[in-house]
C-alpha cells in the first residue's frame, strides 16, 4: 500500500487554523495526507474541498478519506480553478485554502508518467493526463532555440544552449532514457554529493509541459477572493521560481491581507530526518483582511 508522509504538516495546521465546523479548500489534494488532518481537526460538521488536476491522485485520496464521508467533496480540476469550483461546490467565503505545489510521490514513482530519470519510461511529465502537450513532442518538435529557452527560464540551467543541441541531434527521444543520455553528453556523468547534472532538465520540461508558473499565478489571485475575512492561505513551494512568486503575490496582493510569514518556513532537523523529502519545501502564509 502506498504510504505518504505529508511535507510541513505541523506548520500547515499552524498556519492554516482549521477549527471545529470549518470550511477549507485543498487545491491540490495528492494522497491526501494534509486533508486527512484538516478533517481531523474541523470535526464534526467541518468540509474539505479537495481539488486535484491527477485522476489517479484523487482515486488515492479518496480511499484515504473515505472515513469523513459526505464531509469531503473531491472534484478533478487544477488548482488555477479555485474559484469556479469554489463557487460551484459552496466553499466561497471559505476559512483557508491550501496548495502544496511539490510533484507528488505517487508521480514520480510511477515510470509510465515520465518525471524521474532514475525511472525509464515514456517522455510524458503530463499531470493531467487529459492535456495535450507532452515532453516527448516539445524534445522532438521544438526548435533547438526554443528548448535551450525552457530550460533556461524554467530550470535555470546553465548549460542549457549546449543541452539542447545534443537533445536535437538525438531526436527522436522515446524515453526519459534516451533524455538522460542525452544530458549526460554535455555535463558526464553525476558526481557525489552534487545535483544530478538531469535534475534542472526535468523540472524545466515539467514546468512548461503542465503550465506550473501560471497556474501558480492565477490561483493565488483567485484564492485570494475565495478566502473570507480572516480567511487564510497557506502554499508550499519546491523551488525559488514558485517561492519567488508567492513571495511578491503576498506582499502586493491584489485584495487587502496581512503576510503571516515574514521569513520563509522550511523544515526543522528532525522533519527532515524523518522525511528527506522535505529539504527543499518552503512554506508562506498569508491572511486576508
Not at 499552524?14 to 478533517?39: C, E, K, M, W, Y
Not at 467541518?46 to 484515504?64: H, M, N, P
Request: aromatic share 6%.
Amino acid at each position: 500500500m502506498f504510504r505518504h508522509t505529508p511535507v510541513l504538516a505541523e506548520q500547515v495546521i499552524q498556519f492554516l487554523n482549521p477549527r471545529p465546523g470549518g470550511f477549507f479548500i485543498d487545491a491540490t489534494v495528492g494522497a491526501g495526507g494534509h486533508s486527512r488532518a484538516i478533517l481531523e481537526l474541523t470535526a464534526p460538521d467541518g468540509k474539505l474541498l479537495a481539488i486535484d488536476q491527477d485522476e489517479s491522485a484523487l482515486t488515492q485520496a479518496g480511499r484515504q478519506l473515505v472515513v469523513f464521508g459526505p464531509r469531503v467533496v473531491f472534484v478533478h480540476a487544477n488548482f488555477r480553478e479555485v474559484a469556479q469550483v469554489a463557487a460551484a461546490h459552496g466553499f466561497s467565503g471559505c476559512d483557508g485554502v491550501l496548495a502544496d505545489i511539490g510533484i507528488s510521490s505517487m508521480m514520480v514513482d510511477d515510470p509510465s508518467r515520465g518525471f524521474s530519470f532514475m525511472r525509464e519510461g515514456p517522455l510524458d511529465m503530463r499531470m493531467d493526463r487529459t492535456r495535450r502537450l507532452t515532453a516527448a513532442e516539445v524534445l522532438n518538435t521544438f526548435s533547438e532555440k526554443d528548448i535551450a529557452g525552457i530550460l533556461f527560464h524554467y530550470g535555470e540551467e546553465r548549460r542549457s544552449r549546449a543541452i539542447a543541441r545534443s537533445i536535437v541531434r538525438a531526436r527522436p527521444l522515446q524515453s526519459t532514457a534516451d533524455l538522460a543520455r542525452a544530458i549526460d553528453r554535455v555535463t558526464g556523468p553525476s558526481r557525489y554529493g552534487r545535483i544530478h547534472p538531469a535534475t534542472r532538465t526535468f523540472q524545466a520540461l515539467r514546468i512548461f509541459v503542465n503550465d506550473e508558473l501560471k497556474n501558480l499565478e492565477i490561483f493565488l489571485d483567485s484564492s485570494m477572493s475565495v478566502v473570507g475575512t480572516g480567511g487564510r492561505i497557506v502554499v508550499i513551494t519546491f523551488h525559488s521560481l514558485e517561492d519567488r512568486i508567492v513571495k511578491q503575490k503576498f506582499r502586493a496582493p491584489a485584495v487587502a491581507g496581512l503576510v503571516l510569514t515574514r521569513k520563509v518556513v522550511a523544515a526543522n532537523e528532525s522533519e527532515l530526518q524523518r522525511n528527506p523529502r522535505s529539504r527543499s519545501a518552503k512554506l508562506r502564509a498569508w491572511e486576508r483582511s
